[in-house]
Nanobody, 119 residues
């Protein structure tokens, strides 16, 4: 299983970016997937996630600005980020994990993509 993240870059405050993460391996549709971020000196935190049944969850600081989506046909998960703020600056990681009522499988992480928001 591999996850390849892309789409990061430098953007001015108020701008937008769209992150993409492409999954290669077994059936993508059964995985819960999400985006996390880690800013310098801080712990990695959840930004948004979407389950295999398309239930989405957002961190409070992402609600109303970010939108997570998945395309099972393309084995991809995307994060549309609007109204970016300097505090959104971080390395963004995608994660995939099989989750069932009987337990969770291994976590698979992408390599990270850097988002820098200038003020």
């Amino acid at each position: 299983v591999q996850l390849q993240a892309s789409g990061g870059g430098l953007v001015h405050a108020g701008g937008s970016l769209r992150l993409s993460c492409v999954y290669s391996g077994t059936i993508f549709s059964i995985f819960d997937v999400g985006w996390y971020r880690q800013a310098p000196g801080k712990e990695r935190e959840l930004v948004a996630s979407v389950t295999s049944t398309n239930i989405t969850t957002y961190a409070d600081n992402a609600k109303g600005r970010f939108t997570i989506s998945r395309d099972n046909d393309k084995s991809g998960v995307y994060l549309q980020m609007n109204s970016l703020k300097p505090e959104d600056t971080a390395v963004y990681y995608c994660k995939a994990q099989f989750v069932s009522p009987y337990g969770s499988g291994n976590e698979f992480w992408g390599q990270g993509t850097l988002v820098t928001v200038s003020s």
